[in-house]
Each structure stands twice: as structure tokens, then as C-alpha cells.
């Protein structure tokens, strides 16, 4: 990510990029906001995060997939905590790429083989063959801007500051 991209306002509570590694590896369900014609639209999609982008599998009959290709400008929020303080999360703001075949049936592609065995890893039994149904295909979004919070920092330095 460039200089302009990277978090500026919450510091303290943002995430190190080993922190926002091992928060991506676990979570399941990311919300994905894009542009329609008639204002926001916002779907639960899963995800697989390989270290730079996040990886999508969508529909390529859905709505977010036609919001997309007229607009393929995105934001993407991955978040978890019952309470304030243990809110955590991720802001993921780009611009999807679509990558491979439309839709995906399953043709050779050398760039599709990580995020499509890591997603199955994440989400079916690694065991099964990867499924191609004809019905979906990948979108990468590189992150332009990245946001993370981790508000169970502030409560451990609240912590450490009473103990001073």
C-alpha cells in the first residue's frame, strides 16, 4: 500500500499486519458495499485474504456483480466483538479486478490456484474437490485504503495505566 493509504487517525488501536493476518484468516463473513443505481447496496459474501488482497466469489447473476461492473469501486467490512470493548476490525476500500473465466467452470488458471485452494480450505472440506458451478466468479480488490481497529487495546492500556 502506498504512503496515502495507510492509517492515520486511531493508531493505537489499529492492527499490526500480523494481527490483521491472523483476524482474516478466522473470520468467515466480510459485507460487501457497492454503488447500484439506486444508492448503496450491502451483501454478506465470504472471503479468502492471502496477505495483499481479499478474494470474492460472486454470483455473476447477483446484484453486487452488475453494481460492479459499472462501478467496480468497493468497500468491504470484516468485524467481530459482542461488546465495546472487544470490538475488532477491518475496512478494506479498492477497486475489484474480475480474475479468470466468467463464470468459473473450472478452466487452468495459475493465478486463481491459491485463493481458490485457500478458500476451500477455509470453508469446505479440503478432502473435496473445489466445486465449479458455473454460476460464480473472482473478484480481487487490492486494498487502496486499509482500516483496523482493535478496541480491546484501549482496554488493555487502561489496564496497564491503572497498574502504573
Not at 473435496?128 to 487495546?153: C, M, N
Amino acid at each position: 500500500m502506498t504512503a496515502e493509504s495507510k492509517q492515520r487517525r486511531g493508531r493505537s488501536i489499529a492492527m499490526s499486519g500480523d494481527e490483521l493476518d491472523a483476524f482474516l484468516a478466522v473470520q468467515r463473513t466480510c459485507r460487501v458495499a457497492t454503488n447500484s443505481t439506486s444508492g448503496p447496496h450491502v451483501a454478506p459474501l465470504w472471503f479468502f485474504w492471502d496477505g495483499e488482497s481479499i478474494w470474492l466469489s460472486s454470483v455473476v447473476r447477483s446484484q453486487r456483480w452488475h453494481d460492479l461492473q459499472r462501478d467496480g469501486r468497493v468497500a468491504i467490512v470484516i468485524d467481530a466483538g459482542d461488546s465495546y470493548d472487544e470490538l475488532r476490525g477491518v475496512e478494506i476500500r479498492g477497486v475489484v479486478a474480475v480474475v479468470g473465466e466468467v463464470p468459473r467452470v473450472g478452466e487452468p488458471a495459475a493465478e486463481l490456484a491459491g485463493p481458490e485452494s485457500g478458500f476451500h480450505r477455509k470453508y469446505r472440506d479440503p478432502g473435496d474437490e473445489i466445486p465449479y458451478d458455473g454460476k460464480h466468479a473472482w473478484l480481487r480488490v487490492t486494498p487502496q485504503k486499509l482500516t483496523s481497529w482493535d478496541f480491546r487495546k484501549m482496554a488493555r492500556r487502561g489496564k496497564g495505566m491503572e497498574q502504573g
